[in-house]
């Protein structure tokens, strides 16, 4: 039996609400909406992606890499003959594609060891790196100073008139988030609406994690030094920057604007309450919940079972921590989450006490219901970047 299969035997209890291209299989339906969410903005192509997914063995995770893989080549190979005959919007396009092909690719890997990558991540960096810098305006990298060494993220600074000032936008993923991804859910949105984006590789994540930079429930550090980066950028008005976090990116939002008073507002797209030290039970070595197990240990950078429950008692919120949140704070979550219950939404949002709060849950069977609106991306985008425009735009 397969990981994924294994998985439906344990499947959330939760109807799951959204569009299921594999009807039998929670785990790669899921996968599906993300790659067709990402047609919404330019990072995947129906056709190309069914000509692929209407062949596999529902189940057969290496079948879903090998398959994910070619395309991803092919689509690559293109951009690059595309580029080499001066049609760099064309080839723009193209990178962009492949970066997520290559990267959905190894989502259902079964990965060991705290320094493993999943198979196609860095070659999908290198495709959004070809891309990036054929944008207008470009996503640059950039290293954000942390703790004697530094996160590598992504910035944008739209173009504006000399002297003027620009509200600016720190955004997370979650726990296998890399930064290179996050342009596709919200960094390309904020930029064309006028915002400063840093998309960054937060402790645990992406290129950091390669470094040996390890995530930490204390994720209020992380975002204090991005907003120290972002303070320094004379094209950034100090006083309107805000924070975005999906995902395990959730918790990392709500302890940010908890404990980091500079934010002006928060976004909390997908809540989590914290991680219950009762997952990782005698009986959770297998399948596709010991796969999300082995994934926490390398987030983490530790292994066993006594290392987990030492951390995820750290990973709690409640009122003692959410009571401290001191400006505007929107939670969004979808009531047909099949990882994170929708009660955890409602619990984060009870526990804040600030009077500038908002509450967005999207019914099941109707768009956004899914895990941070894999399902919906256009409605993610619109709910987000409005509330933002209120919160930070004069």
């Not at 890997?109 to 495709?127: N, T």
Request: hydrophobic content about 45%; some cysteine; aromatic content about 10%.
């Amino acid at each position: 039996m397969t990981n994924s299969q294994a998985a439906n035997s344990s499947v959330n209890s939760v109807p799951f609400g959204a569009f299921e291209y594999f009807p039998d299989n929670l785990e790669w339906s899921t996968q599906m909406l993300r790659l067709f969410s990402y047609c919404y903005v330019r990072g995947a192509d129906f056709s190309e992606v069914h000509s692929v997914a209407k062949a596999l063995p529902v189940g057969d995770d290496a079948a879903w890499q090998a398959g994910f893989s070619k395309l991803a080549h092919s689509i690559e190979a293109d951009a690059r003959e595309s580029a080499a005959g001066g049609h760099d919007i064309t080839a723009r396009d193209a990178f962009l594609r492949a970066t997520i092909y290559h990267r959905i690719s190894g989502q259902l890997a079964d990965i060991s060891g705290a320094s493993e990558v999943a198979p196609g991540l860095e070659d999908s960096v290198r495709c959004f790196l070809e891309a990036a810098r054929r944008m207008k305006p470009a996503f640059v990298p950039v290293e954000v100073p942390f703790q004697g060494a530094s996160l590598p993220g992504y910035l944008c600074v739209p173009d504006v008139a000399d002297g003027t000032q620009l509200p600016a936008v720190i955004d997370f993923g979650g726990i296998d988030a890399w930064a290179e991804e996050q342009y596709f859910k919200i960094g390309a949105a904020l930029a064309e609406r006028g915002y400063a984006v840093l998309l960054l590789n937060g402790p645990g994540q992406g290129a950091a994690k390669m470094r040996g930079i390890y995530g930490s429930y204390d994720f209020e550090v992380a975002a204090a030094a991005a907003v120290d980066y972002l303070e320094g950028l004379v094209e950034v008005d100090a006083n309107r920057i805000g924070l975005i976090g999906s995902s395990l990116g959730g918790y990392f939002a709500a302890r940010a604007a908890a404990f980091e008073p500079r934010l002006r507002a928060t976004v909390i797209w997908g809540a989590m309450n914290g991680i219950d030290p009762r997952v990782f039970d005698e009986k959770a070595a297998s399948g596709r919940r010991g796969s999300r197990i082995r994934q926490l240990e390398r987030f983490l950078g530790v292994e066993g079972r006594e290392a987990l429950i030492e951390h995820a008692r750290k990973f709690q919120l409640g009122p003692d921590v959410m009571g401290n949140v001191s400006a505007p704070v929107l939670v969004m979550h979808g009531e047909s989450d099949a990882l994170v219950p929708v009660s955890d939404a409602r619990a984060v949002y009870d526990d804040i006490k600030h009077p500038d709060k908002a509450l967005k849950l999207y019914p099941a069977g109707t768009p956004g219901c899914a895990h941070c609106q894999l399902d919906a991306l256009a409605i993610a985008q619109r709910d987000i970047c409005d509330w933002l425009d209120d919160q930070l735009k004069p």
